[in-house]
């Protein structure tokens, strides 16, 4: 696990966003850990993860002209990334949607700097791929080309029913359907390394076999 990968989990961990107990899905399954973007609503929490989201994408070699934030959760995290981008000395425009066309003013339903050019979409997660679908919809009807998706954690598990798993996540079909990246700031193996390799705080160490035991029930190769 890279050093970024690493400090991103223990942040996570740290602000109390990545939670570990018992928790049911919005698939209906009891998951042993839950992450909760939500919860990143202080200035200084918000900073600091926005920090992750621009240095992941700078690293990740994608080349790209703007970033796009699905609402809502996107709206801030795209608006933050954009300002963190701005502190390691790139300025790049951003762009939000509304969830109702406005009918007055400037009207439309997207707001900030026009979609032209390479569009990263920036989002928590991927859990049903709705809000990518819905994105790059809005983006090429615009001219402009998604070019990737970034998130904070990729769950890495199979998506569809109990009854019917499908072979791949949310996150593989989402890249496989629209030909671009989805690049994560970290994953559930990142996560399972760091319960596994973390000394200074044992009681995580609880929860590992139940994290591994999701992993292979649900996990993705």
């Known amino acids: 696990m890279n050093n970024l990968r690493q400090q991103f989990i223990e942040f996570s961990v740290a602000a109390g966003v990545l939670?570990?107990?018992e928790f049911v899905t919005k698939a209906g399954r009891t998951s042993p850990y839950f992450f909760n973007a939500g919860l990143f609503n202080e200035g200084a929490t918000?900073?600091?993860v926005t920090q992750f989201y621009a240095r992941t994408l700078l690293d990740s070699g994608v080349e790209f002209d703007m970033l796009f934030g699905p609402a809502y959760k996107?709206?801030?995290?795209?608006a933050?990334?954009?300002m963190a981008m701005s502190a390691e000395g790139r300025n790049v425009p951003f762009a939000y949607n509304r969830k109702e066309a406005k009918d007055h003013g400037e009207g439309g339903t997207i707001v900030g700097a026009k979609l032209q050019g390479k569009v990263v979409i920036i989002d928590d997660v991927i859990s049903a791929g709705t809000s990518v679908r819905e994105s790059v919809t809005m983006i090429r009807a615009a001219g402009a080309t998604p070019c990737a998706v970034l998130i904070a954690l990729d769950r890495m598990e199979r998506s569809g029913k109990d009854d019917a798993l499908?072979?791949?996540?949310?996150?593989?079909e989402v890249a496989r359907e629209f030909g671009i990246p989805v690049i994560s700031i970290g994953n559930l193996d990142d996560l399972l390394q760091f319960i596994t390799a973390d000394k200074s705080n044992p009681e995580l160490a609880q929860y590992k076999d139940a994290v591994t035991a999701y992993r292979t029930r649900y996990g993705v190769m």
Do not use: Y
């Open 19 to 21: 939670k570990f107990g």
């Open 46 to 48: 918000l900073a600091k």
């Open 74 to 78: 996107g709206i801030v995290l795209a």
């Open 80 to 82: 933050g990334t954009a």
């Open 166 to 172: 499908s072979a791949n996540s949310a996150v593989q």
